[in-house]
């Protein structure tokens, strides 16, 4: 069995659905019981049939979110995904062929992934690292002791990437795996000083913290 661990914030019927959609993608995606399946919701009277609702008592943070769901399972497997997805037929079958510790499917849709046939090694995020679908080993999860909480939203796959890293893993983008990634829908709901905060703030403490210069945004 692998844990799913999905985000979602249906504060509106369509963002709802744009969940609903993703997880009926999901589950006819593989043979029953292969999912152990988690969303965590931010609006906290939404629920979904068939699946685990869980609703965290703490302010948004992605990673952290990862983290707090993480520890809702005990699989072998974690992937942790944005709701904003619609899953191919036997996706996780062809990861799962390749045993690696650190994988992401690909998205149709990006360019920067469109020349991949195959396996490919690298870490570079939007293109090796599908932020919005990440797929590990709960053994390489722990051994990074979780993903890193600095960073609310934007960044959190760049934070990945850092930690990989630091502890000599690679990643590989699996191009037979395929999972379409319809783009970020709840954000563009939120109030522009929000946004900011998730988004520009996110990027500034990342490059501070590594010193990079991510979008050209100072880290000060």
């Not at 692998?2 to 959609?21: F, G, N, Q, R, W």
């Not at 995020?125 to 999860?141: E, V």
């Not at 934070?159 to 983008?173: M, T």
Request: hydrophobic share 35%; with cysteine; proline share 4%.
């Amino acid at each position: 069995m692998i844990d799913i661990v999905i985000l979602s914030y249906a504060k509106t019927p369509e963002l709802k659905k744009i969940t609903e959609d993703c997880i009926d993608s999901l589950i006819s995606s593989e043979p029953l019981g292969t999912f152990n399946i988690i969303i965590l919701e931010s609006h906290k009277n939404i629920y979904y049939s068939g699946v685990k609702t869980v609703h965290p008592d703490m302010p948004f943070n992605y990673n952290a979110y990862c983290n707090f769901g993480a520890k809702l399972g005990k699989s072998e497997h974690i992937c942790f995904c944005n709701n904003d997805l619609i899953f191919s037929k036997g996706w996780a079958s062809e990861l799962l062929k390749f045993g690696l510790p650190s994988m992401s499917p690909k998205c149709p849709n990006n360019h920067l992934q469109s020349d991949f046939t195959h396996l490919h090694l690298g870490t570079e995020t939007s293109r090796h690292i599908s932020g919005w679908c990440i797929f590990l080993k709960r053994s390489l999860w722990d051994s990074i002791c979780g993903f890193d909480e600095d960073f609310e939203f934007w960044c959190a796959d760049d934070s990945y990437r850092e930690q990989l890293k630091y502890h000599n893993i690679n990643h590989y983008l699996v191009a037979t795996s395929l999972v379409t990634h319809l783009g970020s829908q709840t954000i563009n709901t939120m109030p522009v000083d929000l946004v900011n905060h998730y988004t520009k703030e996110q990027a500034r403490k990342y490059n501070k913290k590594f010193n990079k210069n991510l979008f050209g945004l100072n880290g000060n």
